[in-house]
């Protein structure tokens, strides 16, 4: 290729995290000195998860880097869904706790629902309460939280100058954590929207017509460089590991884009890692500070 081969720009999401991560611990300070309010934020772990437990570290020391109290709560594998109901209901009940998160997935006798629901919707930082999401899906109401990797992925392109507005934007996954908040969030902010799911049918050309690419499938680089739309914009917040004998771990993370490829054709892009994952806890300090904010406001 010759020596004008194009470029995206790369979208550092590890420093504009930094930088949110930095205002956060200046707003609790401050919250701290005005009004001898420190926010706190909830854990909760079921069982000995490996993944689980190491996201919940990262979560604790987070919260101590931007001064928010955290309150870990490990319960064992075996505990009932009543045991912990009860205890979501003494977190919702502490007036120190103004965010409370339990750690997902639950084991197999737990139902999940049953769980988050009786999350208070005022603490519910994860954006995950249906009266969060409801609020989120009409038009002319705001939820009191977003889902933290979705508004992170929102930020993203806000932070880099990207106009959503008018728009048309692809998201490639359905989930209730990152696919389906993401898209409902880019129709509020006056998107055109396709999602892109499992049973869609020539996944490609829709992703070609966008200027807008939000992946969130956990399928390792399904998004090929050539489905990119010349200048689009493309936020990746794919984990997957694939092997790779040249590590240490036998391992490294991809996205779900080929990022070598599209890179070659977007305007902007995030890396895997460095992109969407540091957002996701960013966003989540972020709700635990607006948690404590509206208590203030009350």
Same mark, same amino acid.
């Given at each position: 290729m010759s020596s004008t081969e194009h470029?995206?720009?790369l979208i550092d999401g590890k420093a504009i995290a930094q930088t949110i991560r930095s205002q956060i611990a200046d707003e609790v300070r401050y919250l701290s000195d005005t009004y001898s309010m420190v926010p706190g934020l909830a854990i909760v772990l079921v069982g000995e998860s490996k993944d689980s437990q190491s996201y919940v570290r990262m979560k604790k020391k987070a919260c101590a880097e931007v001064g928010i109290k955290s309150f870990v709560s490990v319960l064992p594998n075996q505990v009932s869904e009543s045991e912990l109901i009860s205890k979501v209901h003494e977190l919702n009940a502490n007036p120190q706790v103004h965010g409370i998160l339990v750690q997902l997935p639950l084991p197999e006798h737990i139902n999940?629902?049953?769980?988050?629901?009786?999350?208070?919707i005022e603490? #519910?930082?994860?954006? !995950?309460?249906?009266?969060?999401?409801?609020? !989120?899906?009409?038009?002319?109401r705001e939820p009191l939280f977003q889902a933290c990797t979705a508004k992170g992925?929102?930020?993203?392109? =806000?932070?880099?100058?990207v106009t959503i507005k008018g728009k048309r934007a692809v998201v490639v996954g359905r989930s209730d954590l990152v696919g389906m908040p993401a898209a409902l969030l880019l129709l509020k902010a006056d998107a055109t929207?396709?999602?892109i799911h499992s049973q869609t049918s020539n996944p490609g050309d829709i992703i070609r017509e966008a200027d807008i690419v939000i992946t969130a499938a956990e399928q390792a680089m399904m998004v090929k460089g050539d489905w990119i739309k010349p200048g689009?914009?493309?936020? #990746?917040?794919?984990?997957?590991?694939? #092997? #790779?004998? =040249?590590?240490k771990s036998g391992y490294r993370q991809v996205g779900d884009v080929d990022f070598n490829e599209a890179s070659k054709v977007a305007g902007c892009i995030t890396p895997v890692p460095g992109g969407v994952g540091p957002m996701t806890i960013a966003m989540l300090l972020s709700n635990t500070l607006d948690g404590a904010k509206r208590v203030i406001q009350k």
């Open positions: 470029h995206a720009t999940e629902e049953n769980v988050l629901n009786e999350i208070e603490k #519910d930082v994860d954006g !995950l309460h249906p009266m969060n999401v409801g609020k !989120l899906a009409m038009k002319g992925c929102l930020e993203l392109l =806000s932070r880099s100058g929207v396709s999602i689009a914009a493309v936020i #990746d917040s794919g984990a997957n590991s694939v #092997d #790779d004998p =040249s590590r």
